[in-house]
Nanobody, 129 residues
Framework: QVQLVESGGGSVQAGGSLRLSCVAS????????VGWFRQAPGMEREAVAA????????YYVDSVKGRFNISEDNTKNMVYLQMNSLKPEDTAMYYC??????????????????????WGQGTQVTVSS
């Protein structure tokens, strides 16, 4: 089992920045990928960004490319989501998720559409105009 805990959410004005953190504990050797997802009220959950651990291979949904950056600190079992130039439409509950997916030099499972095994409790991000 892997436990995930998010932090760093809050309220900011449009154009501002936040950095979300996700710390993993437990059987962390069983995972090789961490993703960030978000869900706004009345909307479906969507993938935002993901990273294959220790491979420096990030993935982003088009709506956040150039504004969000996902990174890891494997010495601390941490994954971060730096969010810049925030927009009101970024308002949502943000979740960290982890799983193990096929990854290689020629083909890797797209982590933005994969089914994750472990989920955190979420952290709220609110962006006001």
């Amino acid at each position: 089992q892997v436990q995930l805990v998010e932090s760093g959410g809050g309220s900011v004005q449009a154009g501002g920045s936040l950095r979300l953190s996700c710390v993993a504990s437990g059987d962390t050797d069983s995972i090789n990928c961490v993703g960030w997802f978000r869900q706004a009220p009345g909307m479906e959950r969507e993938a935002v960004a993901a990273i294959y651990l220790s491979r420096n291979r990030p993935y982003y949904v088009d709506s956040v490319k150039g504004r969000f950056n996902i990174s890891e600190d494997n010495t601390k079992n941490m994954v971060y989501l730096q969010m810049n130039s925030l927009k009101p439409e970024d308002t949502a509950m943000y979740y960290c998720a982890a799983g193990r997916f096929p990854v290689g030099s020629t083909w890797s499972r797209d982590p933005l559409t994969a089914d994750y095994d472990y989920w955190g409790q979420g952290t709220q991000v609110t962006v006001s105009s």
